[in-house]
């Protein structure tokens, strides 16, 4: 019965019940916000934004930050496409983009961790310094023409069904960072070293690769986000993803994921990202502007950060109200079943009584 009760009242659980709310309102409003045709492009246009959260919701999770994803995206994506359009094999290119990726996660990883460094700051500008080598690579211009191997994988469905192959990926890229997060020792050090990172330093957990790691895993998933943006949108060019890195930071939050590290889920930032994506659509087909749609993931991310502080405020104060109604009763009792009891008053001075028999 408590666990019933746990899932009810979880963060998760109001998150669907959000998600049903934009749904519902959404529908009414404008009737082809479920539509089939609605739901697998808003799935397509959103799995991107996913797959970058699920990166970026590790590193946070130990209290560091990684805005560089959208960078490695670009560059990443950039090379790839720049290796196809000169001849490379579909394969080779991918590999070497991942390559790249996973090195660009590295990078950010031992600038933070070792040297010490603030990873907004590091991350800050690694997102401008691999966004730049992605204009470098393609001076300006851009790439459109790609193998129907990388198109079918970011545009195609399911044999069969109106299900997106890349939501597919995503779904399976989600339940591993589940798996790893949720029930392994890495998953248990991740939350230990977001807690404090000195008590997991002393209790032996090694604070300097769980960090490191959590970085090559977001710069990776950027590098995977990059490859589904090539094949959704079919086009590399410069600066390619970077309208995503606001929505997958606002998912990563919004999901549970607190902002000061040591707790979130995987399933909270799925939903959450569900959530932003239908949010969106039903904005859109209302006709907001891709300004408006920003302006209310921003609200958005400022609500997710400030909820959590209080509403954890709100829980101490009701505690400490029903402990100060249970005292009140216990000291009641106390002097009805007779004999001598003391009480203080508000002036602190103590008041003695004796029951008469």
Known sequence: MDKVRRLVLSWEAGLVILAILVVIIGQAVDHDLISSYNLQTTALNNVIL??????????????????SVVGTLALSGVVMGDLMAHGTSAALAIAIGLAISLVCGLINGLLVVLFDLPALAVTLGTMGAYTGISFLV??????????????????????????????????????????LVHFTTWGKSLFAVGGNRKAALFSGIAVNRVRITTFVISGFLAGVAGLLFLGNYQTAQAGMGASQLLPAITAVILGGVSAYGGT?????????????????????????SGEGQTMAVGFLLIIAIGAPPLARSARDWWRRRRADVVEIASAGTGESKGGSTSTRGASGVEVRSTAVN
């Not at 300006?140 to 191997?149: D, M, Q, R, Y």
């Not at 930032?269 to 039903?282: E, G, K, M, N, T």
């Open 264 to 288: 979130g889920t995987i399933p909270g930032v799925v939903i959450a990202a569900i959530l932003l994506a239908l949010l969106q659509s039903a904005l859109g087909l209302h006709g907001f």
């Open 50 to 67: 996913l797959c970058l959260a699920l990166g970026v919701a590790p590193v946070i999770m130990t209290g560091d930050i990684d805005l």
């Open 138 to 179: 393609l001076g300006g211009l851009a790439i459109t023409t790609f193998p129907n191997s990388v198109v079918s994988l970011g545009s195609s469905n399911l044999t069969g069904t109106q299900i997106p192959f890349a939501v597919v990926v995503v779904l399976v890229i989600a339940a591993i960072m589940e798996y």
